[in-house]
């Protein structure tokens, strides 16, 4: 049975408890909610991969409560440091290269030498993890391939009776997960556009970033190489600017539609009800969705890349 947690301290005593007994427990982030699990216990990771179906070579990112939490597991240049100091806490997640005897499940890098880190701008994820007082491996908590939960309702349509908690916190603020940045070589490559602008990291940099994956051979890199990812059941045509028979449209700005990411054009607002939409389209049992087009820029960027994979071909 999955239990539903209250965002108070007792509901947060409860499930940093059963994080730290290898529980299972899925958490809100300002991005989308995680599902938890203690990085350091090969066990519990195991379980996150097997209550998600997610392929194994697939690697989990560890949430801390802080840099200087994430000094004792990684190694940061200075660039990594003047990120952290810009964009932590928030949605920004940095692959670093892993200190020996970090004490990290093998499972949570895949055997990499390398750990994707992030620090989580909200205040229930904040106090969790200092609670539990762990790294906490957190994969967004939806069944592989499917699209991510921004409330408690959608982690229990896709995982109840395979987690142990969820911690209610309402809606999740960003609505998309964390950008991705490899910060292992000479310049920073951008392995995942996510709920904080590329544009916003450039400015920090003073430099344009790459685009990874560097190499796709070797590295099980980016969530990307899994082409057809976020989906809904139904059918997605992409760029729509009118519907064909039997489509529901997803509009975007003043127009009519059967739903709107955002009828003001915002692109923060629509980055939040992204997943939301595609959600209640699911629920809603649309076989053909139409979506219009969204301004490839800032938080449009991930938007974008999350609708491609949407409207990829399924296996
Ligand atoms: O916003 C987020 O990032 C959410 C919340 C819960 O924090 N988490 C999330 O995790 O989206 P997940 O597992 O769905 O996506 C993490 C991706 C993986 O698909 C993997 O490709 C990449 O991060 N990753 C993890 N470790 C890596 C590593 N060492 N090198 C390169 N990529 C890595
Ligand atoms: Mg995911």
């Given amino acids: 049975m999955t239990r539903h947690l209250d965002p108070d301290e007792t509901g947060l005593k409860r499930a940093a408890e059963m994080l730290r007994r290898g529980g299972l427990v899925s958490f809100p982030t300002e991005t989308?909610?995680?599902?938890?699990?203690?990085?350091?216990?090969?066990?519990?990771?195991?379980?996150?991969?097997?209550?998600?179906?997610?392929?194994?070579?697939?690697?989990?990112?560890?949430?801390?409560?802080?840099?200087?939490?994430?000094?004792?597991?990684?190694?940061?240049?200075?660039?990594?440091?003047?990120?952290?100091?810009?964009?932590?806490?928030?949605?920004?997640?940095?692959?670093?290269?892993?200190?020996?005897?970090?004490?990290?499940?093998?499972?949570?890098?895949?055997?990499?030498?390398?750990?994707?880190?992030?620090?989580p701008d909200h205040p229930l994820?904040?106090?969790?993890?200092?609670?539990?007082?762990?790294?906490?491996?957190?994969?967004?908590?939806?069944?592989?391939?499917?699209?991510?939960?921004?409330?408690?309702?959608?982690?229990?349509?896709?995982?109840?009776?395979r987690i142990d908690a969820v911690l209610d916190g309402g809606p999740c603020g960003v609505g998309l997960e964390s950008t991705i940045l490899d910060c292992i070589g000479e310049a920073p490559v951008l392995l995942r556009a996510g709920g904080l602008p590329a544009e916003a990291i450039e400015a920090c940099l003073g430099a344009s970033l790459a685009l990874g994956p560097v190499a796709p051979a070797t590295a099980p890199t980016a969530p990307g190489q899994l082409v057809s990812h976020y989906a809904p059941r139904g059918t997605v045509r992409l760029d729509a600017t009118e519907t064909e028979p039997g489509e529901t449209y997803l509009g975007f700005g003043p127009l009519g539609a059967d739903m709107n990411l955002s009828r003001s054009g915002d692109l923060v607002e629509a980055a939040a009800n992204l997943f939301d939409c595609l959600h209640r389209l699911d629920t809603m049992g649309a076989e053909r969705i139409a979506v219009a087009p969204i301004p490839d820029h800032g938080l449009g960027r991930a938007i974008n890349d999350r609708l491609r994979r949407a409207a990829a071909p399924r296996d």
């Fill in 32 to 119: 989308v909610y995680g599902l938890g699990g203690d990085a350091s216990d090969d066990a519990a990771v195991a379980r996150i991969y097997q209550a998600k179906g997610r392929p194994s070579f697939n690697p989990l990112i560890v949430h801390l409560p802080d840099a200087e939490a994430v000094e004792a597991y990684c190694v940061l240049d200075d660039t990594a440091r003047r990120l952290a100091a810009a964009f932590w806490p928030g949605a920004l997640t940095l692959v670093l290269p892993i200190r020996p005897y970090a004490g990290i499940s093998k499972l949570v890098t895949a055997g990499l030498d390398t750990l994707a880190v992030r620090v």
């Fill in 125 to 161: 994820a904040q106090a969790l993890l200092r609670e539990a007082a762990l790294p906490v491996a957190a994969p967004s908590a939806n069944p592989s391939g499917r699209i991510s939960p921004t409330t408690a309702a959608h982690v229990l349509a896709g995982l109840a009776g």
